[in-house]
């Protein structure tokens, strides 16, 4: 079977194709992964299947959700669209036909009940996944970094952060949790992957430190800046799913955050750092979304780390359960097993093959 897996250049959706694709290939399909615009002006002939994968924002993707609804009629059912929202979708913007004869996969609960709400079929939901053998490769990798970066910085708990700069996504408050504690200790360090725009707002926040380019590193160099450190922070006021969380406990390290409704379909809470949120707020936007930010006292995250550094240099038993315990949780969640559900919707006899070696 010919497969073209179609998504676009983003990073987190660029990488989830790329995982699908690799599944694809070796259950033995010939595979096209594409990360730009569609350019073919047919499907039959060309392929034999496709998968789509783009968030749900009405006012951009509706050209992928028509593709996907002409995919599904050349190719006789046997395409379909793997979606997210991170908030409430504004229903006038949805086409009737849309609301009648397109459905869609889901990749958390969250998504599903969002887009169930604005009249969409979801038919399934499918969770993202972390590759066996880039946990493995990060895990062996992870004593280099560490080494690095105990040169620079000895003896200090090593925060990472891994997000774009996207308001959603809480910098701000990360920023002022790190000024706060900076205040009142010195004994860690927080080294950020992310926009390269940030780096004036870095460097006027002690203890925080530019590492890389959002995007700018193969995924196995990201797991393994995981592993490398001691907690993943991820002060997010939202996520569809939140993929660098599953990312880091696979590899066994705890991450600090607020406890957002989709963590908990996958993630140890409780052996994570996790806080509650104090409200919710819905952020208008031009994508045709509302953005349903779950708004937290920036306190809570500063009192969420200066509680991390502490286990972490003053119970290491605790420490190693709480690795042992995320890494645990997380061990369900493997794109070789997971991909394969998609696959299977493709026309596909069920399948349950191992693909983790």
């Known amino acids: 079977m010919k497969v073209l897996i179609q998504t676009s250049k983003a990073t987190s959706l660029s990488e989830i194709g790329r995982q699908i694709a690799e599944v694809c290939e070796r259950l033995g399909h010939h595979t096209v992964l594409n990360r730009d615009y569609p350019i073919y002006p047919r499907f039959r002939g060309v392929f034999d299947a496709a998968i789509f994968i783009y968030p749900f924002l009405p006012t951009w993707c509706s050209t992928y959700i028509y593709k996907v609804y002409v995919a599904r009629k050349e190719l ?10 991170e908030g409430l979708i504004k229903k006038p913007l949805i086409p009737e036909w849309v609301k ?29 996944g972390v590759p066996s053998y880039e946990i493995e490769y990060a895990l062996s990798e992870a004593p280099k970094y560490r080494k690095v970066i105990e040169e620079q910085f000895s003896d200090k708990v090593v925060f990472g952060v891994v997000a774009r700069a996207h308001f959603r996504k809480g910098l701000d408050a990360l920023y002022e949790a790190v000024k706060r504690l900076s205040e009142k200790r010195d004994n860690f360090v927080v080294l950020m992957i992310t926009d390269h725009s940030e780096l004036p707002k870095i460097q006027k926040v002690p203890n925080c430190y530019y590492v890389a380019t959002f995007g700018g590193r193969l995924h196995r160099e990201i797991m393994t800046f995981y592993a490398a450190c001691d907690y993943l922070l991820h002060p997010a006021y939202n996520e ?25 379909e996958f993630a140890d809470t409780k052996a994570n750092i996790m806080f509650d949120y104090d409200d919710v707020e819905l952020r208008p936007s031009s994508d045709g979304i509302y953005y349903e930010l779950y708004i937290y006292d920036v306190q809570k995250l500063v009192d969420a780390m200066e509680y991390a550094i502490d286990i972490r240099l003053n119970k290491r038993d605790e420490y190693e359960d709480r690795c042992a315990r995320v890494r645990e949780r997380a061990a369900a969640f493997r794109s070789e097993s997971l991909y394969q559900k998609l696959i299977e919707y493709l026309g596909e006899e069920p399948l349950d093959q191992d693909l983790s070696s």
């Not at 004869?101 to 969770?127: C, H, M, T, W």
């Not at 406990?249 to 989709?262: F, M, Q, T, W």
């Open 240 to 264: 569809s799913f939140g993929l660098p969380v599953l990312e880091a406990n696979a590899v066994g390290r705890p991450v600090i955050a607020c406890k957002l409704p989709p963590f908990e």
């Open 76 to 85: 006789q059912g046997r395409a379909v669209m793997y979606t997210m929202v």
């Open 100 to 128: 009648k004869d397109f459905e869609v996969i889901a990749n958390s609960r969250y998504s599903a009940e969002r887009l169930q709400d604005a009249g969409i079929k979801v038919i399934d939901v499918i969770p993202h």
